[in-house]
T-cell receptor, first 109, second 114 residues
Framework: GENVEQHPSTLSVQEGDSAVIKCTYSDSASNYFPWYKQELGKRPQLIIDIRSNVGEKKDQRIAVTLNKTAKHFSLHITETQPEDSAVYFCAASNNDMRFGAGTRLTVKP | NAGVTQTPKFRILKIGQSMTLQCAQDMNHNYMYWYRQDPGMGLKLIYYSVGAGITDKGEVPNGYNVSRSTTEDFPLRLELAAPSQTSVYFC?????????????FGPGTRLLVL
């Protein structure tokens, strides 16, 4: 089955800086890659996703890039704000979605 | 729409007790899922369902059972609770032919087994 590794496990940045979270996956047949944000005590919520026929997708301050050859994908957050502080999960799916262990992002004002 | 709802929000069980975690969705989604999230960890799939009457095991099904008698409801049953089942349980749903669409999560049920 699919195995997803996520790095780093914790990330601290200054407000206004960029943050990058990276994930690798093992199943070359995986073709759907969502990113979820989970605030403390809340449910995970989708923030952006990408499919394997696209290399990059952007939505305002967040973007995701996908390298199918290397089997890795990344989340990029620019101009970070304190409200971006949360745990971010990547996932990969080919009819069997697996989640990474999460990255705790702290944005310091 | 209420989206995905879960009850209860929090429960304490004694070892060996049983309980049912309730999940309902009003979005007419065909797929429903149960995950557990241990502290500082990601989400592990327990069971999922592709529609009423059809369920299948995920990564960590041992100690749990599910049923799907309607499109809306997907209860998770814990028999003989063990401390290892202490976790936060999330129900989710999605719509589509394959499990590659956005999953919408419920608010979670925090379970403590003592």
């Amino acid at each position: 089955g699919e195995n997803v590794e996520q790095h780093p496990s914790t990330l601290s940045v200054q407000e206004g800086d960029s943050a990058v979270i990276k994930c690798t996956y093992s199943d070359s047949a995986s073709n759907y890659f969502p990113w979820y944000k989970q605030e403390l005590g809340k449910r995970p919520q989708l923030i952006i996703d990408i499919r394997s026929n696209v290399g990059e997708k952007k939505d305002q301050r967040i973007a995701v890039t996908l390298n199918k050859t290397a089997k890795h994908f990344s989340l990029h957050i620019t101009e970070t704000q304190p409200e971006d502080s949360a745990v971010y999960f990547c996932a990969a799916s080919n009819n069997d979605m697996r989640f990474g262990a999460g990255t705790r992002l702290t944005v310091k004002p | 729409n209420a989206g995905v709802t879960q009850t209860p929000k929090f429960r304490i069980l004694k070892i060996g007790q049983s309980m049912t975690l309730q999940c309902a969705q009003d979005m007419n989604h065909n797929y429903m899922y149960w995950y557990r999230q241990d502290p500082g960890m990601g989400l592990k799939l327990i069971y999922y369902s592709v529609g009423a009457g059809i369920t299948d095991k995920g990564e960590v099904p041992n100690g749990y059972n599910v049923s799907r008698s309607t499109t809306e409801d997907f209860p998770l049953r814990l028999e003989l609770a063990a401390p290892s089942q202490t976790s936060v349980y999330f129900c989710a749903s999605s719509y589509g032919d394959r499990r590659q669409e956005t999953q919408y999560f419920g608010p979670g049920t925090r379970l403590l087994v003592l």
